[in-house]
Each structure stands twice: as structure tokens, then as C-alpha cells.
């Protein structure tokens, strides 16, 4: 027997997930280093115009396709032109990936939550230099995290999409804004911070360069959950009278604020208790090396850095059940199963590829993957190889074949207007593809070091 396809209760509902989705690790450990590395507000500059552009459109785009098929990704590039239909698939594949190693990572942060929780001793323990490389090279710890962090994501998303993906993100994403609005607070307090806040919001155009287009465009698309079957399953989820223009507006206001905010916690700190030189550190090495030393330095270290690990769990577990949802809608309405079954499928997968990711940090180190360890071969595979692939299929499929006004008759249906529509049509005809292709070269290029990002 067919499932009943869950729903939103409303707009506000929808957007508060769209954007628990689009607000995760990427936003509070990505976004700040590269925003240092590129010059502070010519980066932010550069980043929000492509939100208001390029972000908007891809959006717009998903949720159109969602909402005007009422199904997930597979199923909506079938109905729309059968010939598109791998992309559908693919769009399956992306989040197949990411789960498993994005559940590693929440272990990680469930960890160092529960290290600053515990007081200052075992904070102290956590600034030290080996700390990190330990933890993740054990063989337990690391597999227990990621369990329980697992878990919470499975819980959530069996209990569907009103009552646990909803629910959940109209819990957490105020709590997350709340605790980040706090901690800003607190960091303008800090002596010799206005230098550290300086260094983030003041253009820097020495720095601009093609470069810097390249890092916030990939920072945009890969923190907006775009080309994943996220929001084309978010929006299969939304309720006829909610407008869509208006709705996208409020996700771009809250990861791009988000984001913003991030930085503004985390540059200014780092900036006065360890300099410039501590803002060269991206990705997992500036949240869980070199924030917990800064944190180990500061006034109320233990409490800040046990409300910020907070703050990320949280961001990190909207995004997981986002990602995992966007498998279950794919497998629910391809295969015609039950969320249910969908869930136990996703599990066993999920099981195996994660455990082998953790364990890919310890036992497993000397397996390599073109170069690469597990979790980073996971990671450029699906983020700097498929998603752009999607991305630009989608782009042709829509600008080229089905139409860009299939789209807009879909925001436009009730009456509403559809802002930004000549960027929406250029956009997803003619700018994004090349951007898809630039993401796609210049990234592969960054990870096999052939350039630096």
C-alpha cells in the first residue's frame, strides 16, 4: 500500500527546514576561513551577489520542480523529460554519499560538545596539539559518536516530515540563531576584537581574484543544499498557497546571515588570541584545533566554546536529516515502499560506508582512493564531482528542454509575483552551466593540488 506523501503545515514550517538544511557545517567551518583568506567584506560582497543571483535561481528552480510534480528527484526529472531521468538518479547518489561521512563529522562535534560540557579540565585536554589527531585515529570513540549521531538523524526523519523533520527544524534553528546572536555579543566585548571584526567586514582588494569568485561560488552552492534532491523533495512537501518567491527570500536571509554570523564569531576570536596566522587553518582544522585553543585562552573559554559545539550539533543535525530525507522521499516514491523500509534501506548503507569512513582515519588509514582517504574522496566525489553534474543538467533540462516558464507559472499560480525573474531566466539558461563548469574544473583542480584554493 502506497504511503500518504508527508507535507509542511505551512510557509513557515518550510522554510525553517529549507534553511535547517541550507545552515550546516559548511556555513560555520568553511565560510569564515575562506571570507579571512579572501579579503573579509570583498568576499562577503562577492558571496552575497551571487546569493541574490545565482543561489536564487537554483532555488527557485529545485523547489519549482518539487512542487510541480509533487515528487522527489527521480521521480520529477521523469515526469518533466524522461531523457533528463540519470540526473534524477544521480541527484539520489549525491545524498547516498554525503550522509554516511556527514554523521562521521557529527560524531565529531557530539564529541567536543560533550568535552566542553564536561568543564574545564577536559576542555583544557582538547587545546592540546595531538588531541584531534587521536580522537578521530581511535577505533571506538569516534564509531560510538557516530552512531548516536546517526541515530538522532534516523529518529527524527521516521517520525516524517510534519512531526519530526518540521518539528525539529522549528526547534532548533531559533535555539541556533539565539546561541549565535549570544556569542556575537560576546565576542564585541572582547578586548581587541574590533581589530578581529576589522579584519572580517573591511574589504581587503588586494586579495580579489578569480580565486575568490571561484571559493564563494562554491561556497554558495554547496551550503545552499543545491543539486543534492534536497529542495526538490522540500518542495514536493509544499502546500500550493505557500509562495515560493517569498519563502526562497527568507532561506537566503537565513544561511546567508548564518554564514555571515559565523565569521563573525570566529574570525575575531581567533584574530586577537591567535592572529592571522591562526585563520589559515580551513575546514575541520579551525573547528576542532584551532578554536578549542582559543577557546582554552579566553575569558569563559569553556563556556563559549560548550555553547558554540552546541550551536554546530544543532546546524549539523538539521542539515543530516535534511540529507537523509532527501534519500527516503527518493526511495518512497521510485520504489513505492514505506518510509519505513526506505529507512532501514538508507541505514545498512549508511552503516557500512560510515563505519568504513571513521574507521578510514585509524585502521583503515593506508587505504587510499586516487590519493585520498575515505572521507575526503566521499567528499569530493559527491560535492565537487556529481552535485555540479546535477546542477547542470538541471540547468539544461530546465532552460533548454522543459522551458524556464514551467518554473515560473508554478511561483507565479496563486497570484503571486516571481521577483528577480530576467536573473532567474538568464541565470539557469546561459550563467549557471558555465558555473557549473568552472566548480566543477576548479575544484578538482584545488583537491589534486594542482592549484591552491
Known sequence: MKEKRGSFSGGLGFVLAAAGSAVGLGNLWRFPYLAAQYGGGIFIFVYLILV????????????????????????????????????????????????????VIGGWVLKYMLVFLSGKGTASAA???????????????????FLIFFAITIVVVLAGVEKGVERVSKLMMPILILISIGICIYVVTIEG?????????????????????????????????????????YGSYVKDDVNIGKSVGHIEIFDTGIAIMAGFMIIPVVYVFSGEAGLTTGGPGLMFKTLPKVFDTMPMGTAIGAAFFILV????????????????????DAFK??????????????????????LGNGVLESIKILGM????????????????????????????????????????????????????RIMVKYIAPVCMMIILIFYSLVQFKVIEL
Open 193 to 233: 576584537a574590533i581589530e578581529g571584526i576589522k579584519y572580517y567586514l573591511l574589504p581587503d582588494f588586494s586579495k580579489f581574484s578569480f580565486k575568490t569568485v571561484c571559493g564563494a561560488m562554491g561556497q554558495m552552492f554547496y551550503s545552499m543544499s543545491l543539486a543534492m534532491g534536497i529542495m526538490i523533495s
Open 337 to 358: 515502499i514505506t518510509r519505513k523500509k526506505a529507512v532501514v534501506i538508507i541505514i545498512a548503507i549508511s552503516l557500512v560506508l560510515g563505519v568504513i569512513t571513521s
Open 373 to 424: 582517504g575515505m572521507l575526503d574522496f566521499f567528499d569530493y566525489f559527491a560535492n565537487s564531482v556529481l552535485m555540479p553534474i546535477v546542477a547542470l543538467g538541471t540547468c539544461i533540462m530546465i532552460g533548454w528542454r522543459v522551458g524556464t516558464n514551467v518554473i515560473e507559472e508554478e511561483v507565479t499560480k496563486n497570484g503571486d509575483k516571481m521577483g528577480r525573474v530576467r536573473v532567474f
Open 52 to 103: 541574490l543571483t545565482f543561489g536564487y535561481s537554483m532555488l527557485v528552480m529545485e523547489i519549482g520542480i518539487g512542487r510541480k510534480t509533487k515528487k522527489s528527484a527521480i521521480s520529477a526529472f521523469k515526469q518533466l523529460d524522461k531523457k533528463f531521468s540519470i540526473f534524477g538518479y544521480l541527484a539520489m547518489i549525491v545524498p547516498m554519499i554525503i550522509l554516511p561521512y556527514y554523521c
Open 127 to 145: 587545546a592540546a596539539d595531538v588531541y584531534f589527531g587521536e580522537f578521530i585515529s581511535a577505533t571506538w570513540t569516534p564509531l560510538i559518536m
Open 313 to 332: 550539533l544543532f546546524a549539523a543535525l538539521t542539515s543530516s536529516i535534511s540529507i537523509m530525507e532527501a534519500i527516503v522521499s527518493n526511495l518512497m
